[in-house]
């Protein structure tokens, strides 16, 4: 059980260009969604949490126009990183959560590269 | 701010050793615990939770807990070599949307 779905795993694109990933929780409602950011060789920052039919809530000094977060459904959410450049090349994963106080379940992870 | 401190490593023990890995945190609110494993490359994987002061036992691994001390650890028995990787340590922050934070992780490296 609680499994998180989170496509594509790799993608490479061209600067300038908007880059969609999704994230799907596949047995279990996913009240909060979690989407982090990971540099080489550094922990994970939490870039935004969202919940299912609200706007997300950004952390300090993530551009919420750049990072568009959608969290339509309980097993959706998806994090669209308009007008991509080089510095936004990173591992980006997202987080489910049913709200109970067990741990979050984690996506496979989107590594993108921006040339 | 809140603040999760972890040794950052690397840490390195022999195959069939004990590995202690530690993990202080500044948020005295924090109830709830979380340890993770992360691969080279890969995304975090749960290892154990602990909500309870004392020591919670899963197998090999047995996390540790004292609240008062704002103090939590994970204990290895017997390391192999698949568990290198490095391990985070997130509490969950009280209030403020059910926030993991998480350490920088401590890099753990199995010998044989």
């Known amino acids: 059980g609680a499994v998180v779905s989170q496509h594509p795993s790799r993608v490479i694109c061209k600067s300038g260009t908007s880059v969609k990933i999704e994230c799907r929780s596949l047995?279990?409602?996913?009240?909060?969604m979690f989407w982090y950011r990971q540099f080489p060789k550094q922990s994970l920052m939490l870039m935004a949490t969202?919940?299912?039919?609200?706007?997300?809530?950004?952390e300090q000094g993530v551009e919420k126009d750049k990072f568009l977060i959608n969290h339509a459904s309980l097993t959706l959410s998806t994090l669209t990183v308009t007008s991509a450049h080089p510095e936004d090349s990173s591992f980006y994963i997202c987080?489910?959560?049913?709200?109970?106080?067990?741990?979050?379940?984690f996506g496979s992870g989107t590594r993108l590269t921006v040339v | 701010q809140k603040e999760v401190e972890q040794n950052s490593g690397p840490l390195s023990v022999p195959e069939g050793a004990i590995a202690s890995l530690n993990c202080t945190y500044s948020?005295?609110?924090?109830?709830?615990f979380f340890w993770y494993r992360q691969y080279s490359g890969k995304s975090p994987e749960l290892i154990m939770s602990?909500?309870?002061?004392g020591d919670k036992e899963d197998g090999r691994f047995t996390a540790q807990l004292n609240k008062a001390s704002q103090y939590v650890s994970l204990l290895i028995r017997d390391s192999q070599p698949s568990d290198s990787a490095t391990y985070l340590c997130?509490?969950?922050?009280?209030?403020?949307?059910?926030?993991?934070?998480f350490g920088t992780g401590t890099q753990l490296k199995v010998e044989l």
């Open positions: 969202s919940n299912e039919g609200s706007k997300a809530t950004y």
């Open positions: 997130a509490p969950k922050e009280r209030g403020g949307g059910n926030k993991l934070t």
């Open positions: 602990i909500y309870s002061n």
């Open positions: 948020d005295r609110g924090s109830q709830s």
């Open positions: 047995d279990f409602q996913a009240t909060t």
């Open positions: 987080s489910a959560s049913n709200g109970g106080r067990y741990g979050y379940t």
